[in-house]
């Protein structure tokens, strides 16, 4: 092996493990049917009509919008004080999440009531489940990371900042800062949570019904879901979404072959968890 080709394995021994174990794992999803939709649990969602499900994802997404609102107006706080104290920021994301998940977690007691196949339940198991069908996913996730920060670099030159994200940026510029930490804390429990409630078991389910189709309900939810992190306040650059893209297209997989919202969850906090693990690790160095 010439020195050149060993300095390059070495420099990028990461990526390179990734891309064989995403080439395994998506061999082995093929091989096993996961891929080719020849397993799964088969989801009935049809009891309810797509506007039903559609609805209830947009009471999810728009209570954390009024109650944000709400609480923006009774404090007196201006969006330059929120952007500038962490304290302001914690407060303010207490009270969305707060509000949200209740309507969010009524609205799926409701709907599993009524609708008890169609993979709303959320159990300790699930998300066990999850996690380590997230450690499955990750080579894959990974290569679609670097791959988009490479077609980035070459056509932008490189990335400026190994963050991608506000909330880590946050965090890694205030670690000695519990309210920072409590950011961090919402960012891995409270936003998959909320996030999944609403895009895997109100959207994708909404899409599912509307198309009786696994793989175009997952594709369309997954592209909303990342343009949804390249859009408005504290957004993510788009090589980041494409990685974004490719883990909500696993989870919701998973999701589909599972029937359980608690594997949708327990993936997206785990992701979640080891981002903000690597993102103060590597701050260190």
């Given amino acids: 092996m010439s020195q050149e080709l060993n300095n390059f394995v070495v420099a990028n021994w990461y990526g390179l493990l990734s891309l064989v174990l995403a080439a395994v794992v998506l061999s082995v999803g093929y091989r096993s049917g996961w891929l080719a939709g020849k397993r799964g649990v088969g989801r009935e969602v049809m009891i309810h009509p797509a506007p039903i499900w559609l609805l209830c994802a947009l009471l999810v997404w728009m209570s954390s919008l009024v109650a944000g609102s709400i609480a923006m107006g009774l404090s007196g706080m201006k969006i330059g004080t929120l952007l500038g104290s962490t304290k302001a920021q914690a407060v303010f994301m207490l009270s969305t999440y707060g509000v949200s998940l209740t309507i969010g977690g009524l609205l799926v007691y409701l709907m599993n009531a009524s609708a008890p196949r169609a993979g709303l339940e959320c159990k300790p198991k699930s998300l ?130 599972t029937g359980r919202l608690g594997v949708a969850i327990g993936m997206h906090v785990m992701f979640n968890a080891v981002n903000v693990a690597l993102a103060v690790w590597q701050s260190r160095s």
């Fill in 128 to 257: 066990a489940l999850g996690v380590g069908l997230l450690l499955l996913a990750w080579p894959v996730v990974t290569v679609a990371s670097v791959g988009a920060a490479m077609v980035h670099q070459q056509m932008f030159g490189p990335i400026a900042d190994s963050v991608a994200h506000p909330t880590l940026q946050l965090l890694v510029d205030n670690k000695g800062d519990v309210w920072a930490w409590l950011l961090a804390g919402l960012a891995v429990i409270a936003a998959p949570v909320q996030e999944e409630i609403i895009y895997r078991g109100f959207l994708q389910s909404a899409l599912l019904r509307a198309t009786k189709s696994a793989w175009w309900s997952i594709v369309v939810t997954s592209m909303i879901f990342a343009l949804a992190h390249v859009v408005g306040v504290g957004v993510v650059p788009w090589y980041a979404a494409v990685a974004l893209f490719v883990l909500s297209l696993t989870i919701g997989l998973a999701f589909e072959r």
